[in-house]
């Protein structure tokens, strides 16, 4: 049956066979008539391609009118995350840059130039990215806007509070993860490619994001501590009283991470 719709987007089905057949995501690449775009968009593709590579291969094989979209939304959302993630800019700065940084899409020469995180060239070349949002059709700039708004107000209440219970946990992976399921499923009802409930179906979508959301902090747990930061919620600790953060870190850092906890 999946088969079947896919017959009405043959690039989804190219896709498909390329990767199948070709040798892996790097065969899915986009269509000869997708190599003329404009400046700012082939930064913005490499821009893609440096942040994120895996991301960059399954954006690449969606159908061309949902590439540009998805391709400005993930930068736009990278880039307030490396906003977030800086732990070198004071919370002074920070919590107003996370709040208002929705508006800076309107803002044809706004960029940040003082991070120190990995992908801070997104912040440095945003007036790229903000170009190509402001060039995007009305439904799309609505729902990234919307988003990073959201996104932004609520990763404020975070910055030096620790999820303390589940529900905590579960509230912070809306925030960076679960909003970017709900807004991926809103790109696609606006594009047509979904009917417009898979829009509104907003708990769907947020299930999605916390599990990959709480995948990444199961994976990046002994960075975070490193960078002195926790997300696991403090009732998971209470569960076992006699494994505390730091011997948790300990464990990892000397390689025992494999013995049961």
Request: charged fraction near 30%.
């Amino acid at each position: 049956m999946e088969f079947v719709r896919s017959l009405a987007h043959p690039d989804e089905i190219r896709a498909l066979l390329r990767f199948r057949f070709g040798g892996g995501r790097e065969t899915v690449t986009p269509s000869p008539k997708e190599n003329s775009l404009s400046p700012t968009m082939k930064r913005c593709v490499w821009l893609l391609q440096k942040t994120s590579r895996s991301f960059a291969a399954v954006i690449q094989a969606l159908d061309e009118e949902l590439r540009g979209p998805v391709c400005i939304f993930y930068l736009v959302l990278r880039a307030l995350d490396t906003v977030e993630d800086d732990m070198t800019i004071p919370l002074a700065t920070k919590v107003p840059l996370l709040k208002t940084f929705y508006s800076r899409l309107e803002d044809p020469v706004w960029k940040y130039t003082e991070s120190q995180e990995k992908d801070r060239i997104v912040l440095e070349d945003f007036p790229v990215i903000s170009a190509e949002y402001r060039a995007l059709a009305p439904a799309y700039r609505r729902v990234i806007s919307d988003i990073c708004r959201r996104m932004g107000e609520g990763m404020t209440e975070y910055l030096e509070v620790h999820p303390d219970t589940e529900e905590d946990w579960n509230k912070y992976c809306h925030y960076v993860a679960g909003l970017v399921g709900i807004g991926l499923s809103q790109l696609f009802s606006a594009s047509g490619s979904e009917e417009e409930q898979i829009g509104r179906e907003e708990k769907l979508a947020n299930s999605m994001g916390l599990f990959l959301q709480k995948t990444n902090i199961i994976r990046d747990y002994l960075e975070d501590i490193n960078d002195g930061r926790i997300f696991w919620p403090k009732s998971v600790h209470r569960k076992k009283r006699k494994f505390t953060t730091s011997k948790i870190a300990a464990r990892l850092r000397f390689g025992q991470n494999s013995r049961p906890i």
